[in-house]
């Protein structure tokens, strides 16, 4: 089984850097992704971790310690339009040795000026 | 380049009624998900297909079953709708390996069971 935790809300100021930060507990684990999805819209991909580290793309990036089952995700140069939903997701094995994806329930991120 | 279309993108049942929920994906992808997501919470994983031939159940199958036709192609369907299965529904696909772990998702449909 797995289980994902992360903040519920969190606000901050235009052009600061805000974290979200995600604990997961899972089997059989390949990777921590996030995703952003605007009200109304569909979710859509901002990275990928399956090594530790830090990825960057852009203002955007994400940090993965398998360790401590524990990932971030950074946003520098808040703008307006980064308001939004974002998701941790795990990628998983199953006990048929398939692969599935799980989701948070999700940090909405409101910018302010 | 579509990627992945799910149709309809409203419905409003009565319950009891059954119903299909249609997906498909053009980027020869293997691994196909059902997802719901309800007000102010994440998605959840209903179904998945993690290539043609196989399906798997998820965090919350009850009251859904699944085919997945071809390898474009993965439906959900609700034999006797209940209010409890209003929501969005979220159909999605991807590789897997290589690094291409990248979920690509339709547009979603919302679902109203009276």
């Known amino acids: 089984g797995q289980s994902l935790e992360q903040p519920s809300e969190v606000t901050a100021v235009e052009g600061a850097i805000v974290q979200i930060n995600c604990t997961y507990q899972t089997s059989g684990f390949y990777g921590l992704s996030w995703y952003q999805q605007h009200d109304g819209g569909a979710p859509t991909f901002l990275s990928y971790?399956?090594?530790?580290g830090l990825e960057e793309t852009g203002r955007f990036s994400s940090f993965l310690s398998r360790s401590d089952s524990y990932g971030y995700l950074l946003l520098q140069e808040l703008q307006m339009k980064d308001s939004a939903s974002y998701f941790c997701a795990v990628r998983e094995r199953n006990s048929g040795g398939y692969q599935k994806v799980t989701f948070g329930t999700g940090t909405k991120l409101q910018v302010i000026p | 380049n579509a990627g992945v279309t799910q149709t309809p993108k409203f419905q409003v049942l009565k319950t009891g009624q059954s119903m299909t929920l249609q997906c498909a994906q053009d980027m020869n992808h293997n691994s196909m998900y059902w997802y719901r997501q309800d007000p102010g919470m994440g998605l959840r994983l209903i179904y998945y297909?993690?290539?043609?031939?196989?399906?798997d159940k998820g965090e919350v199958p009850n009251g859904y079953n699944v085919s997945r036709l071809n390898k474009r192609e993965f439906s959900l369907r609700l034999e006797s709708a209940a209010p409890s299965q209003t929501s969005v529904y979220f159909c999605?696909?991807?590789?897997?390996?290589?690094?291409?772990?990248?979920?690509?998702f339709g547009s979603g449909t919302q679902l109203s069971v009276l």
């Open positions: 297909s993690a290539s043609e031939g196989t399906t």
């Open positions: 971790n399956a090594l530790d």
């Open positions: 999605a696909s991807s590789e897997v390996g290589g690094g291409n772990e990248k979920l690509f």
